[in-house]
């Protein structure tokens, strides 16, 4: 056995109770090969696989808070610090019931790479705990942001590592937490992002990872001599990411027919209403199935399906591993061109092998998704010079930053033989940041 299979057999016995690690480490190290069969014995002796694969801390926490009956309610909170080679931790906190450590070590392996991928000087963490945010009332969303971030500030701060928002972490959760951070360390630094405008937060960090998706998405096309104009988008998802994808893809002239939730699919012939999709999300914080009361000619579906529908392009962008074997068949035999992720790892790995064997143009979450992170790291620098730019400005960069990962990922591709191989070239080419760094700074 070679040196990165010995690895990766090495992590499936240790870790084989965290499958979605796991599926993370395979993705990242099987596309490496070609970066390290060309100095192997330099990276054994540096052990880089084995280091690059541990987090450098992995931190857990009992959150109690108090519920709107007065009974004292406990979750389980965590901060995975992954590796701070190039800069302060950064990556989200999600708060969803199904949180555990295999996917706060998947989220921080996978945020590693995709930082580096930024240009900007960020290192890669995840946070989370398995509270579920539904059915909870405003007050029992403070009680817990409270007690979250009581035992959080102790391991974070505006040069140590910076945490924003992800699933059910959203503008009002960050302003709960931002507020108990300041109280109990008595500072005002930009510890968080996602903040609100009044205290620090950037304009444009709200749609971001959406409009850097369609960035990526236009350029991927732009460069094949196409254009997004006129095209069938189907995007999975109604949150944060969903529906500024669905913004900026109707910008660029596109036609969105699908979104999503936990619960079901609505499809509409027509173009989705996005203002009825906002509404419904971020005014009620509804069901998407609600969307025909807005649109009677809409279908609503329960379960899952947005992939059944005929598309040139699909965005997933609600969670992981959403996107499956039979979705990719049924997306190739419609006919679909391009799948970008603007989720995190929501195509499999047998899904992605068959998009690509089959001619699709496969952009991972890793890059697609990387305009949140980049304008968070942003935020960071707005924060430390005290200054706010324009929402034009941002913008800009933005836009910048994302032809930029589109043309790194692409030229890694193609120096190492896999012209076309995006997750190819995604991994090698945050990969090589990350390493040089680590070696710089020796056995750490
Ligand atoms: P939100 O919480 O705003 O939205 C998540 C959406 O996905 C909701 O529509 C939700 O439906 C749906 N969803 C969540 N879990 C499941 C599930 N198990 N099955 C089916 N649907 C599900 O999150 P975001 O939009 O912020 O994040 C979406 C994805 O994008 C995540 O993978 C996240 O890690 C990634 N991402 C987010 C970034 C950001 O800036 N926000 C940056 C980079 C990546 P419901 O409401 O019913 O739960």
Known sequence: M???????????????????????????????????????????????????????????????????????????????????????????????????????????????????????????????????????????????????????????????????GDIGTGAREIGYMFGQYKRIRGLFEGVLTGKGLSYGGSLARTEATGYGLLYMTNELFRCHNNTLEGKTVVISGSGNVAIYAAEKAQQFGAKVVTMSDSTGWVYDKDGIDLSAVKEIKEVKRGRISEYKNYRPTAEYHEGRGVWTVKCDIALPCATQNELLIDDAKALVANGVTAVCEGANMPTTIEATKYLQANGVWFVPGKAANAGGVATSGLEMSQNSERLSWTFEEVDAKLQGIMVNIYHNIDNAAKKYGFEGNYVIGANIAGFEKVVNAMIAHGAC
């Open 2 to 164: 070679g040196y990165l299979e010995t690895v990766i057999a090495d992590v499936n016995k240790k870790y084989a109770h965290q499958p979605e690690f796991l599926q993370a480490v395979k993705e990242v190290f099987e596309s490496l090969e070609p970066v390290i069969s060309k100095n192997e014995e330099f990276y054994k002796k540096e052990a880089i696989l084995e280091r690059i694969v541990e987090p450098d801390r992995q931190i857990m926490f009992r959150v109690p808070w108090v519920d709107d009956e007065g009974n004292v309610r406990v979750n389980t909170g965590y901060r995975v610090q992954f590796n701070n080679s190039i800069g302060p931790y950064k990556g989200g906190i999600r708060l969803h019931p199904s949180v555990n450590l295999s996917i706060m070590k998947f989220l921080g392996f996978e945020q590693t790479f995709k930082n580096s991928l930024t240009g900007l000087p960020m290192g890669g963490a995840k946070g989370g705990c398995d509270f579920d945010p539904k059915g909870k009332s405003d007050r029992e969303i403070m009680a817990f942001c409270q007690s979250f971030m009581t035992e959080l500030c102790k391991y974070i701060g505006a040069d140590t590592d910076v945490p924003a």
